[in-house]
């Protein structure tokens, strides 16, 4: 019996988790099969979330048994788009494919210096203390005293935290080992946040603030003026928090966490390594949308450091086979369908995309399930009106797709047997897991 | 007393599914849905049935008497960022 629709889900972070439970919830005969260039599923909850975070990691066991419970559910880990499979597979085994595979690279800051040794994207060194595949490798040397953190979200404010966090606080936690081994021997004791707008403009929430204030040994101090006029209840509350962290006295800690605004960063200064950052300092002028930009005033200073993040921002980069807006870095669409620009922005049938390939990278882990949401309603629609283009000819059997990489397939087994694993061997140290670093470990361990 | 959202919430917003007198905000039909830091209780609105608590993926959300005490901030926040939200 032909089922009425399956649909792959390409990505299994939480847009691509959010929209296979809702598409299985909502339609009683959909199958669907949710593939991941990792092994393991998760996405930025497993890789991105820090690990004295890791309650939230919870949403994706979630996911998983809400999928589970359907019985037409498969995952298919270790598959990449463009390697193992093409678009054009997909569509001889799918009515519809769904692409949620997010913004995996990071923007640059496009400064001189930014290729120095010390320099960093923020994004390799979360990855390189998630244990990563792709950045478990890097090294990060922490000699340096002062660490500068460029834009100031909740990605920035985690980097610090876990550069001034006491090891001894996260040795229970999921980070990697060789990230603990490192932070042990760091010598860093003060981090700089620079936000290139004000205070009321700063990128990070309320909750990661009121977590800085909690931290054990460490001073925090909030330069500058804080703004009276608020814009809404939530800019009203990250300034009151601000308010409270500037006057609180000083403690003389060891460690020392700067959050410094209105500057951008200019340069990368040193000869073969980072040795100083020259910042800019700006002023708040209206934009021509109303909304406060930052306009440098001609002053720069330059800030010692020998360890420099950019944080910035994450950056999708194009999919094999599929149009991108380069301008956006996002798939283009229209409440979730993939729009063809080379048809006059027509639908592209069968072809759908939510989270971060389809808004950009903003919100918090949530919000993806709105966005998913959004995208299966649309989907849905196109399945009940026909909208979908050619049915399928393949069956529902193991998609031949599949049997070309069918040595590196990690399938729903064995990404549990890796899980099992991580789990058994974090167990003594009393941690929730004990990650593998590489993909080679965790194939041994998935076929094992 | 009332139920209380904490700073670990992921506005995943299953709490607003199935909370039974509109007390969670912002909805996601809600304007400031998409800018949220976090997801508040209003604790006028709350009848502490205890459903918000079991429908949250990640345990963010605390009966009013088991808020732990470094948690008791958010008390303060959740009624703060409900307060004018007609319930």
């Given at each position: 019996m032909n089922p009425a629709l399956r649909v792959a889900v390409i990505g299994a972070g939480p847009s691509g988790l959010y929209a296979a439970v809702d598409l299985l919830k909502r339609h009683p005969e959909a199958r669907v099969d949710v593939f991941d260039r990792?092994?393991?599923?998760?996405g930025l909850v497993r890789s991105g979330v820090s690990p004295d975070h890791a309650l939230r990691r919870a949403v994706i066991a979630v996911c998983e048994r809400l999928a589970l419970g359907s019985g037409r559910f498969r995952y298919f880990g270790n598959m990449t788009l463009g390697e193992q499979f093409q678009v054009q597979d997909l569509r001889e085994h799918y009515h519809a494919m769904l692409f949620a595979s997010g913004a995996g690279s990071d923007r640059r800051l496009g400064i001189p210096g930014e290729d120095l040794r010390g320099s960093h994207p923020a994004t390799a060194f979360v990855g390189w203390y998630n244990c990563h595949p792709d950045h478990a490798g890097q090294r990060f040397?922490?000699?340096?005293e002062r660490a500068v953190v460029v834009g100031n979200g909740n990605v920035a404010l985690d980097v610090a935290r876990m550069l001034l966090l006491p090891v001894d606080e996260l040795r229970h936690t999921d980070m990697a080992d060789h990230a603990l081994d490192v932070l042990a021997e760091s010598r860093v004791r003060e981090v700089v946040i620079l936000g290139r707008r004000g205070p009321a403009q700063a990128a990070f929430t309320a909750p990661e603030l009121l977590e800085l204030a909690t931290l054990q040994g460490v001073d925090i101090a909030v330069e500058g003026a804080l703004p009276e006029r608020v814009a809404d209840a939530g800019q009203a509350l990250r300034l009151q928090l601000l308010r409270e962290l500037q006057q609180r006295p000083s403690s003389g800690a060891a460690r020392r966490l700067v959050l410094r605004f209105l500057s951008s960063p200019e340069a990368i200064l040193g000869s073969d390594r980072v040795e100083a950052l020259r910042i800019a300092r700006n002023r708040l002028v209206e934009g021509a949308d109303g909304e406060p930009r930052a306009e440098a005033t001609g002053e720069t200073e330059n800030l010692e450091t020998g360890l420099v993040f950019r944080s910035v921002g994450y950056r999708a980069e194009p999919l094999p086979g599929l149009p991108f807006d380069p301008q956006r870095a996002v798939l283009p669409n229209a409440e979730g369908r993939v729009l063809d620009p080379e048809r006059g922005h027509a639908p592209l049938p069968g072809c759908y995309v939510a989270g971060w390939l389809k808004r950009g990278p903003s919100g918090v882990i949530g919000t993806n399930k709105i966005c998913s949401r959004e995208t299966v309603t649309a989907l849905l629609a196109d399945a009940s009106a026909g909208r979908l283009g050619a049915a399928p000819q393949a069956g529902t059997e193991l998609p031949a797709l599949l049997q070309r990489g069918r040595e590196v397939l990690v399938d729903y087994d064995g990404w549990k047997r890796i899980d099992r694993q991580e789990q058994a061997r974090g167990a003594p140290q009393g941690r929730p897991r004990a990650r593998l670093a590489s993909v080679a470990e965790m194939l041994l361990t998935a076929n094992g | 007393m009332a139920y209380v959202i904490v700073g670990?919430?992921?506005?995943?917003s299953a709490c607003v599914d199935v909370c039974p007198v509109d007390a969670i905000h912002p909805r996601p039909d809600e304007p400031g849905f998409v800018r949220a830091d976090m997801l508040y209780i209003d604790p006028q609105a709350c009848i502490d049935c205890n459903a918000c608590a079991e429908a949250c993926p990640i345990g963010a959300i605390y009966a009013p008497n088991k808020l732990p005490p470094q948690l008791e901030r958010y008390r303060q926040i959740n009624a703060l960022m409900t307060r004018g939200i007609p319930a």
């Open positions: 990792l092994p393991v599923p998760g040397d922490l000699s340096a | 670990t919430c992921i506005n995943d």
